[in-house]
């Protein structure tokens, strides 16, 4: 069980980057803002590879890797032109699609398939993190899919975070998570930033490097405890419950954004909140 603990971590983590980013680095641009996040957790990563019992890696891991980059850049453009393009009420509720998609994915790469019970938790930990982050009328995502450009990106890039996520673990069972993280996150950082650097707009994620640190030092702790959680327990509940992260933003929102509307939210926490001991209890 000890993987539960860690895939809470993980969404703790990354509620807390995102809270750190949009509080101290809202005037970059979105692309800026993902490889500022990446670049600034390496310092934190790197020396993992020398805590790794292994470096050496099986047969796949590497071709793994590769399917994994391209797939990794166009969910981050994807997402960016989502968010651009049509408002968050009808793009981000796609988002809590990944651990139904992963299902499948789980399947055709891990061969991994959820209990009965697994299959509820994560059906609860979905549904709440649909109506969490919904907002106007419960189906206007569903039927915006036809009209709203950005809410079809967005459930393709639920798919694309399925794919990610499970072959990610098949490279991880292929080699270790302390060695998979860093080498993984350096060469993702390598291709995110290609864009900035030929742009001339590298220097920008540059600017504050203490707060960078911050913000790269929840990244960090966000990848390890996902590797290390996800090479323990089938990939659609540790995603699962990974999503409960929204859970940990509506409360930086609410406590230090000031964001309302938290107690309209109590219903679909309490849902994800009771996916999620499903989980742990079917995991």
Not at 19 to 39: D, G, I, N, Q
Not at 84 to 91: E, G, V
Request: hydrophobic letters at 55%; glycine letters at 10%.
């Amino acid at each position: 069980m000890i993987w539960l603990p860690l895939a809470l971590l993980s969404a703790f983590a990354w509620a807390t980057a995102d809270y750190l980013t949009k509080r101290w680095f809202s005037s970059l641009s979105p692309w800026e803002m993902a490889v500022l996040r990446l670049l600034w957790c390496l310092p934190f990563l790197w020396p993992l590879l020398f805590l790794a019992p292994s470096r050496t890696v099986e047969p796949g891991f590497w071709g793994a890797v590769f399917k994994l980059l391209p797939a990794e850049v166009a969910a981050t453009a994807l997402y960016m032109a989502a968010i651009r393009s049509s408002p968050l009420s009808l793009t981000l509720p796609f988002l809590s699609f990944t651990p139904l998609f992963l299902t499948l994915t789980g399947l055709l790469i891990l061969g991994e398939l959820p209990s009965p019970w697994g299959s509820v938790g994560i059906g609860l930990v979905v549904l709440g993190g649909y109506l969490l982050n919904v907002g106007g009328g419960i189906f206007g995502p569903v039927r915006a899919v036809l009209s709203e450009r950005g809410s079809w990106m967005m459930l393709l890039v639920a798919v694309l975070y399925a794919f990610t996520s499970a072959m990610g673990k098949y490279a991880i069972l292929r080699s270790h998570p302390l060695f998979f993280g860093p080498v993984y996150v350096t060469l993702l950082t390598a291709a995110m930033a290609l864009p900035l650097f030929y742009s001339g707009r590298m220097r920008r994620v540059f600017g504050n490097p203490l707060k960078a640190l911050a913000v790269g030092g929840a990244m960090a702790a966000m990848f390890v405890s996902h590797y290390v959680a996800i090479s323990m327990v089938e990939a659609a509940y540790m995603i699962s419950v990974k999503r409960t992260s929204p859970l940990f933003g509506v409360l930086y929102g609410g406590l230090f954004l000031g964001e309302e509307e938290m107690g309209k939210r109590l219903f679909a926490t309490s849902l994800m909140v009771a996916g999620v001991l499903v989980i742990g209890l079917a995991g």
